[in-house]
């Protein structure tokens, strides 16, 4: 794991926007396509305010979700929508988005559905994460009903998941994915997640989901 300290929350997130703009535009050139995979949650806006204003080839790159909750785009938890309001826009709203939700009761139901969209952008090129101060990453949760299943070698692109402290029923890529990306990312604000970090450092993936990514990852953190 490499660790990067910035003095302040706005250089983090300039300076990581930057090195994930390089990156794309990197896999762009030696692929013809990139794919970009990114968190929800309240941590990544003001890196996508600046990658949503940057010049690259965004209509060769698709983005997606690590994970979604399990909720229609109109509701204010449902990191699609951060993703239409905060990524997909100005030049980067010629980006592909690969959807982690479609209209149905529950998320077993399109499993297969979104699986076979986002198949064909694997290997991920450029994997950015957030973690929660549980250890979580993705909807990878401590305690999680098929946690086991979806840290597995054999895990399938997606799983349906719950736990208590998730709220809603989730969608998540699996951790084999997430470890197979070619640049993995790691953004945290605030002591209480590097205490978390360092926690995990010493724990199983299985207490500590975000361990299952830690080896090959770049931590960036800001107080
Ligand atoms: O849907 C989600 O909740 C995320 O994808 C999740 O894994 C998130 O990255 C962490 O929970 C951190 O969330 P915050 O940035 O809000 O602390």
């Not at 692929?31 to 890196?47: D, I, N, Y």
């Not at 996508?48 to 983005?63: K, M």
């Amino acid at each position: 794991m490499k660790l990067i300290e910035y003095p302040d929350r706005e250089l983090l997130f300039l300076s990581l926007a930057n090195d994930i703009a390089a990156q794309l535009a990197d896999a762009v050139r030696q692929h013809g396509r990139a794919s970009f995979s990114v968190p929800g949650g309240t941590t990544p806006g003001p890196v996508f305010d600046t990658l949503s204003g940057t010049e690259l080839p965004w209509d060769q790159i698709a983005v997606f979700l690590n994970d979604e909750r399990w909720v229609s785009e109109d509701s204010p938890r449902s990191n699609t929508r951060l993703l239409r309001e905060r990524l997909l826009r100005g030049p980067a709203h010629r980006a592909h988005l690969v959807p982690l939700y479609a209209p149905a009761e529950a998320p077993e139901e399109m499993l297969e559905a979104l699986s076979d969209g986002i198949r064909p952008h694997l290997p991920i090129s450029v994997l950015l994460l957030g973690m929660g101060a549980d250890m979580h990453t993705a909807s990878l949760f401590p305690g999680a009903d098929r946690l086991a299943q979806a840290l597995a070698p054999d895990a399938p692109v997606l799983m349906a998941l719950r736990a208590e402290a998730a709220g809603e029923p989730r969608i998540t890529l699996t951790a084999r994915v997430l470890c197979d990306a070619m640049n993995i990312h790691i953004l945290i604000t605030g002591a209480e997640k590097r205490a978390a970090l360092e926690r995990a450092r010493h724990l199983s993936a299985e207490q500590a989901p975000i361990r299952a990514v830690l080896d090959n990852a770049t931590v960036h953190w800001a107080e």
